[in-house]
T-cell receptor, first 114, second 113 residues
Framework: AQSVTQPDIHITVSEGASLELRCNYS??????LFWYVQSPGQGLQLLLK??????LVQGIKGFEAEFKRSQSSFNLRKPSVHWSDAAEYFC????????????FGKGTSLLVTP | EPEVTQTPSHQVTQMGQEVILRCVPI?????FYWYRQILGQKVEFLVS????????KSEIFDDQFSVERPDGSNFTLKIRSTKLEDSAMYFC???????????FGPGTRLTVT
């Protein structure tokens, strides 16, 4: 069965430090991959997506993610974290030919310290 | 920038009552979705809707749930007889022909007492 795993429930980083949030998926083919961010009391905002092509994708707010087929991973990175990046981050997988439903991971809560 | 809107932001209802959650998708979008997030859990897909019919639904979306696009702008989720376990944040999303770019609304928090 398809699954999305975000191994880290909580991550704390210092402002200005680099960030990497992990995401692993289980799927029979290359899925469509997404990262969403949810700030407190807000909806889900799309940060970036991967469908095909270049495995390093750039998103909004200075985020990037790299698709690694051999590791079934799609980790999110940012070189220098800002306090405003504190939020919940969700990795999601879209299944082709499935009615376009997204399957979300459980999320990683990011805390940014001064 | 166009956005998905949802009303109400918070709905409190008694068990067994019917509720209707409303969404206004982005105007030129053709695909509509409902997801829910029980407190502390992940976001779960409920249903997708295209061309005035359901295109996919999850096992959560049983006979107690229904969706409708009553006019050219609204998209609704109805729960006929609410249960305590229906308490969750419900998100509406929409997308255009690039169907994987789903834009989410701010959510409706449903509390069933």
């Amino acid at each position: 069965a398809q699954s999305v795993t975000q191994p880290d429930i909580h991550i704390t980083v210092s402002e200005g430090a680099s960030l990497e949030l992990r995401c692993n998926y289980s799927y029979g083919a290359t899925p469509y991959l997404f990262w969403y961010v949810q700030s407190p009391g807000q909806g889900l905002q799309l940060l970036l997506k991967y469908f095909s092509g270049d495995t390093l994708v750039q998103g909004i707010k200075g985020f990037e993610a790299e698709f690694k087929r051999s590791q079934s991973s799609f980790n999110l990175r940012k070189p220098s974290v800002h306090w405003s990046d504190a939020a919940e981050y969700f990795c999601a997988v879209g299944r082709p030919n499935s009615g376009y439903a997204l399957n979300f991971g459980k999320g990683t809560s990011l805390l940014v310290t001064p | 920038e166009p956005e998905v809107t949802q009303t109400p932001s918070h709905q409190v209802t008694q068990m067994g009552q019917e509720v209707i959650l409303r969404c206004v998708p982005i105007s030129n979008h053709l695909y509509f979705y409902w997801y829910r997030q029980i407190l502390g859990q992940k976001v779960e897909f409920l249903v997708s809707f295209y061309n005035n019919e359901i295109s996919e639904k999850s096992e959560i979306f049983d006979d107690q749930f229904s969706v409708e696009r009553p006019d050219g702008s609204n998209f609704t989720l109805k729960i006929r007889s609410t249960k305590l376990e229906d308490s969750a944040m419900y998100f509406c999303a929409s997308s255009d022909l690039a169907v994987y770019e789903q834009y989410f609304g701010p959510g409706t928090r449903l509390t069933v007492t």
